[in-house]
């Protein structure tokens, strides 16, 4: 089983940066997928990125034409963490943000791929 724990997030001015951390418990890391998801107020929770195994291959939500070139997912399999570069936030980045793993490492988009997910992360962004 894997714990996943979230940080990082925070309340900052449109145009700032942050970057989330997601940390993983167990030897295991470096066997799950990972991914990382967004629900805003009201809204449904979405898919953002997922990188592989090794992080030698990403994938990232080719529907939110927003995201595009701003968040960067990225991973360090010796600290057992996940991290998601989020570059020049707009107010509509506004979620909570969660990471998620995947035993078999499909880099997929949906929800049900993935058997273990964080609590989430707050990011405000005010214009």
């Known amino acids: 089983q894997v714990q996943l724990v979230e940080s990082g997030g925070g309340s900052v001015q449109a145009g700032n940066s942050l970057r989330l951390s997601c940390a993983a418990s167990g030897r295991t890391f470096s066997t799950y997928g990972m991914g990382w998801f967004r629900q805003a107020p009201g809204g449904e929770r979405e898919f953002v990125a997922a990188?592989?195994?090794?992080?030698?291959?990403?994938?990232?939500?080719d529907y939110a034409d927003s995201m595009k070139g701003r968040f960067t997912i990225s991973r360090d399999n010796v600290k057992n963490t996940v991290y998601l570069q989020l570059n020049s936030l707009k107010p509509e980045d506004t979620a909570v943000y969660y990471c998620a793993a995947d035993r078999y490492s499909r880099r997929s988009s949906r929800e049900s791929s993935y058997d273990y997910w964080g609590q989430g992360t707050q990011v405000t962004v005010s214009s």
């Open positions: 990188i592989s195994r090794s992080g030698g291959s990403t994938y990232y939500a």
